[in-house]
């Protein structure tokens, strides 16, 4: 004789009295404690894995995870040009293939871990960030005259219309802003 199946168990009481009064249980208001979780979960959670790209990315939005090894310089310094081609802001490519090359060097030169590159092209500025997962921020060293490196932050100083270090939940972002020099790609951006 075949032993009787298991009863299924018993849904939590709170959806069944939410049931018995007509309401779906998705309709229900979620507690003080469950909204200020939310809340401060984005806060202190990234949004996504570094060796993931950010997410919601929009047209004028990319973001790359990268690989800790020297030809990810290079592979940075190609997805920049491109998606700069693609945004027909092609004035930058230059000075944004320099600095985001520093930026990508020093992080795999001074930190461990994942890393990613991000660009956002709003009204006709350009930001480029480089993301790790080390907290300390760059350091700025004086450079020997005869010393091949170390001259990384004076580059940024003199190209990029603003730079800075920014903590996050998984370590850092260090950032710089390029502005469109012609006009055309200002008017691009707010047409598009």
Do not use: Y
């Given at each position: 004789m075949a032993a009787p199946a298991p009863a299924p168990a018993p849904a939590p009481a709170r959806l069944l009295v939410s049931r018995r009064e007509g309401r779906s249980s998705r309709g229900a208001v979620p507690s003080w404690c469950a909204r200020q979780w939310a809340?401060?979960?984005?806060?202190?959670?990234?949004?996504?894995?570094?060796?993931?790209?950010?997410?919601?990315a929009t047209a004028w939005d990319a973001s790359w995870p990268l690989r800790r090894e020297p030809a990810s310089v290079r592979r940075a310094r190609r997805l920049v040009v491109a998606q700069l081609h693609d945004w027909a802001v092609d004035d930058l490519a230059d000075d944004a293939e320099l600095l985001v090359s520093e930026l990508v060097?020093?992080?795999?030169r001074?930190?461990?871990?994942?890393?990613?590159?991000?660009?956002?092209?709003?009204?006709?500025r350009l930001l480029c960030e480089?993301?790790?997962?080390?907290?300390?921020?760059?350091?700025?060293?004086?450079?020997?005259?005869?010393?091949?490196g170390g001259r990384g932050t004076e580059l940024i100083d003199m190209l990029a219309q603003a730079w800075?270090?920014?903590?996050?939940?998984?370590?850092?972002?260090?950032?710089?802003?390029?502005?469109?020099r012609g006009r055309g790609g200002a008017e691009q951006v707010r047409h598009r």
């Amino acid at each position: 004789m075949a032993a009787p199946a298991p009863a299924p168990a018993p849904a939590p009481a709170r959806l069944l009295v939410s049931r018995r009064e007509g309401r779906s249980s998705r309709g229900a208001v979620p507690s003080w404690c469950a909204r200020q979780w939310a809340l401060w979960s984005r806060t202190f959670a990234p949004l996504r894995p570094l060796d993931a790209p950010r997410g919601r990315a929009t047209a004028w939005d990319a973001s790359w995870p990268l690989r800790r090894e020297p030809a990810s310089v290079r592979r940075a310094r190609r997805l920049v040009v491109a998606q700069l081609h693609d945004w027909a802001v092609d004035d930058l490519a230059d000075d944004a293939e320099l600095l985001v090359s520093e930026l990508v060097t020093n992080v795999l030169r001074h930190t461990r871990g994942p890393l990613r590159l991000n660009l956002r092209l709003r009204r006709g500025r350009l930001l480029c960030e480089v993301e790790d997962t080390e907290s300390a921020g760059p350091v700025r060293a004086v450079a020997d005259p005869d010393a091949e490196g170390g001259r990384g932050t004076e580059l940024i100083d003199m190209l990029a219309q603003a730079w800075g270090s920014t903590r996050t939940a998984t370590g850092k972002t260090v950032w710089f802003e390029l502005r469109c020099r012609g006009r055309g790609g200002a008017e691009q951006v707010r047409h598009r």
